[in-house]
């Protein structure tokens, strides 16, 4: 049995896609989960600037 070279033409076209889609995807959520680490570490030095003011 012979494949058509325009039907591995065709899968090869929808593997890459699919996974540019992937990995796009996955590069987003590292962003996000970045952007939410800065976030927190900004909100955490802000909580311990506070506990460290004197206090009257």
Known sequence: MTVSPWLVLAGAL??????AILLGHLDTRQH????EQAQLDDQFAQLI??????QP
């Open 32 to 35: 996000h989960a970045e952007d």
């Open 14 to 19: 929808l593997g890459a896609g699919l996974g």
């Open 49 to 54: 600037a506070h506990i460290e003011e004197p």
